[in-house]
């Protein structure tokens, strides 16, 4: 539980005080729920099962849990993700709304700054502009195309590299010669690693070039919407060390300040969203 008035300015903390409405993101690998309840924030991340409904709903059932609230108290609820449109939550007034439009505004309200956010998912890659005054979205582009630039790429090389998801960042951070990977497939990349395996090539330099070969696509997609403003890192992938280090050299800047875990920044953006549908209904 977070209490909102730490996290947020002054202006955006009276907006949202006492909304009790909730955000569902479901991705690929994981769903993401949000909480918003009479001033506090709670939050859950699960794997993604294979019932889109029933993971929501169990996500839903712990965060009110968690609140000590009643259902019928929960006012609106937004679905975001791949899995929006099958959210299944009945019994509260819900809708759904694209997650480049909730990682936005997830991301305006922990850091009015933002005006640039790069979101690395588990099958795709975003780049998004955002209105520093609104919170809205201005433009956006995607790779959604080819698993190379995302974290399913990321989580077949840890495989190839024997090690856990969540080691393979720490890996690449303790590399200062990061393997070059030039491959833009990530059939062709994969086959890199192999051959750099059995060159004796060391497992952090390997893992150190498949996380620059990333951000290398980050960068492409950031120039195509402009490098301004204040940039944040969305998404499971902005936990990974390895690839915060990759992209900072990259783009030669610092990165925002979220000041929560960034996974969650979809969610809290879409529980927003269903407070703003009940403020205007």
């Known amino acids: 539980m977070i209490d909102l008035k730490n996290l947020l300015d002054e202006e955006h903390y009276e907006k949202i005080k006492n909304a009790r409405t909730a955000g569902i993101d479901i991705g690929s690998r994981a769903t993401k729920g949000v909480l918003l309840y009479d001033g506090k924030l709670y939050e859950s991340v699960v794997s993604s099962g294979v019932s889109t409904k029933q993971t929501a709903n169990e996500v839903l059932?712990?965060?009110?849990?968690?609140?000590?609230?009643?259902?019928?108290?929960?006012?609106?609820?937004v679905g975001t993700g791949y899995g929006r449109v099958a959210v299944g939550i009945d019994d509260i007034p819900n809708k759904g709304i694209t997650e480049i439009s909730c990682h936005a505004m997830g991301a305006h309200y922990l850091n009015p700054e933002t005006e640039t956010i790069f979101d690395i998912g588990g099958q795709d890659c975003k780049a998004i502009k955002v209105d520093k005054k609104s919170g809205q979205v201005i433009e956006f582009v995607m790779n959604d195309k080819c698993a190379a630039g995302t974290?399913?790429?990321?989580?077949?090389?840890?495989?190839?590299?024997?090690?856990?998801?969540?080691?393979?960042?720490?890996?690449?951070?303790?590399?200062?010669?990061?393997s070059d990977i030039s491959?833009?497939?990530?059939?062709?990349?994969?086959s890199e690693v192999?051959?750099?395996?059995?060159?004796?090539?060391?497992?952090?330099?390997?893992?150190?070039?498949?996380?620059?070969?990333?951000?290398?696509?980050?960068?492409?997609?950031?120039?195509?919407?402009?490098?301004?403003?204040?940039?944040?890192?969305?998404?499971?992938?902005?936990?990974?060390?390895?690839?915060?280090?990759a992209v900072r050299q990259l783009v030669g800047r610092e990165l925002g300040d979220l000041k929560i875990?960034?996974?969650?920044?979809?969610?809290?953006?879409?529980?927003?969203?269903a407070h703003y549908a009940v403020v205007d209904s």
Do not use: W
């Open 261 to 273: 875990d960034a996974t969650i920044v979809g969610a809290l953006g879409a529980a927003i969203y």
């Open 61 to 77: 059932e712990g965060l009110i849990r968690d609140a000590d609230a009643d259902r019928e108290s929960i006012q609106f609820l």
């Open 183 to 190: 491959a833009q497939c990530v059939v062709f990349a994969e």
């Open 194 to 245: 192999i051959s750099l395996k059995a060159q004796g090539v060391p497992r952090k330099d390997i893992a150190a070039g498949v996380h620059m070969a990333t951000a290398r696509r980050v960068k492409n997609l950031l120039k195509r919407i402009g490098l301004t403003g204040t940039i944040v890192f969305t998404g499971g992938v902005s936990n990974n060390p390895g690839m915060v280090k």
């Open 151 to 178: 974290g399913r790429f990321l989580e077949k090389v840890a495989q190839m590299l024997d090690l856990e998801l969540d080691e393979l960042g720490a890996e690449a951070v303790q590399s200062d010669n990061p």
